[in-house]
């Protein structure tokens, strides 16, 4: 099946500060959302990227089809932020079977 | 528009048990998909149904199964628990199921958290 990375798995930020998250994927996908995962475990959408680049607010997604990967980015971190970034995608042909990465654990501190 | 809403939120049994799971879809969605997440496995994928038929199966043994009903809402069952089907269970609706053709976004629901003892 196909393979999702995600990177760095662990991120201890400043408030304020910025940070990328990457995901590598190894096939041809038709879907990749990104989530956030709150501490009670509700994942919440933030973004369906499947290729171009999105903006909304503090958080912008760039995902780069041809080479397989999509980077999250995250401006201005504030505590809120902090929990469990996942990257998921669907390969042409899964009807809404998501593979979703190992997630990125994010804490933000004062 | 409502949210995705599972039932229950919480529940506790013990092994050899059975349990069922419900979830109910965003109005107007007809593909409902659940997955499993364990600190071990991660987010996996277990079934996806649309129009009451079972549509893909993730690589989880016959003990799984699960049903969606012609008002789209779904329930999964896991007979004869183990303790390693401790576990959140999400349920994700969407429209069609067909991001190649729709460009469509699941919508995950607040989950059930499952705990077999």
């Known amino acids: 099946g196909i393979q999702v990375e995600q990177s760095p798995p662990d991120l201890i930020l400043q408030e304020g500060a910025n940070s990328t998250l990457r995901c590598n994927f190894s096939?041809?996908?038709?879907?990749l959302q990104w989530f956030h995962q709150n501490p009670w475990g509700q994942l919440i959408n933030l973004f369906y990227?499947?290729?171009g680049t999105k903006q909304n607010g503090r958080l912008s997604a760039t995902t780069v089809a041809t080479e397989r990967y999509s980077l999250l980015y995250i401006s201005s971190s504030q505590t809120t932020d902090s929990g469990v970034y996942f990257c998921?995608?669907?390969?042409?042909?899964?009807?809404?079977?998501?593979?979703f990465g190992t997630g990125t654990r994010l804490q933000v501190t004062l | 528009k409502a949210g995705v809403t599972q039932t229950p939120r919480y529940l506790i049994k013990t092994r050899g048990q059975q349990v069922t799971l419900s979830c109910s879809p965003i109005?107007?969605?007809?593909?409902v998909s659940w997955y499993q997440q364990t600190p071990g496995q991660g987010l996996q994928f277990l079934f996806e149904?649309?129009?009451?038929?079972?549509?893909n199966k993730g690589n989880f043994p016959g003990r799984f199964s699960g049903r969606q009903f012609s008002n789209s809402r779904s329930e999964m069952n896991v007979s004869t628990l183990e303790l390693g089907d401790s576990a959140l269970y999400l349920c994700?609706?969407?429209?069609?199921?067909?991001?190649?053709?729709?460009?469509?976004?699941?919508?995950f629901g607040p989950g059930t958290r499952l705990l077999v003892l």
């Open positions: 990227i499947p290729s």
């Open positions: 149904y649309f129009s009451e038929t079972q549509r």
């Open positions: 109005s107007g969605h007809r593909s």
């Open positions: 998921a995608v669907e390969r042409a042909g899964t009807a809404s079977k998501l593979t």
């Open positions: 096939d041809s996908v038709n879907n």
């Open positions: 994700a609706s969407s429209l069609y199921g067909l991001a190649d053709l729709y460009q469509e976004t699941q919508y």
